[in-house]
């Protein structure tokens, strides 16, 4: 799938020339990246000009159905800024991913605690209320202190003597 996306990443420069292989290297690390991430391509724009020493590189990526996610950098080497680009646009992806997982802990007793608890309107000067449901651990493991062994000449033991 990722292959016939190659084909809807555009590179292309204003007033630099870019040859052969930084095209195919900006291709091949677009690729890399949304794999990485989403797996799902729709459309990708990279621009290279030149802006006296220094050569800017923009680079734009559409995954599915997210929002557009761009990346901007300047630097001295076309390669270099990039990499710069899409090291931003990694990060904006990264994020997106992690927004869309659902990996966070759920509390059990969220949905318990909030069916019993009565709604209450007071006024805003009220004084705080205590919670209806308390949560009470069942299990409780005590553990003895464990003896600690002591070197005649340590600054611990002349401390505890």
Known sequence: MLENAARSILVQSSNVD????????ARASILQTVRKYFGRLESSSVHFN???PLYKCT???????LKTMSGEAQLKDAYAAFRSALEKVAKQLRRAKRELREDKATRIDKDIALAERPILRRKAASSVRQPVHTITHLVEVAREPTPVELDQDSPYRIAAE
């Open 59 to 65: 680079v734009t990526i559409q995954v599915g159905t």
């Open 50 to 52: 030149r802006e006296g």
């Open 18 to 25: 870019l040859g052969d292989v930084l095209p195919q290297y």
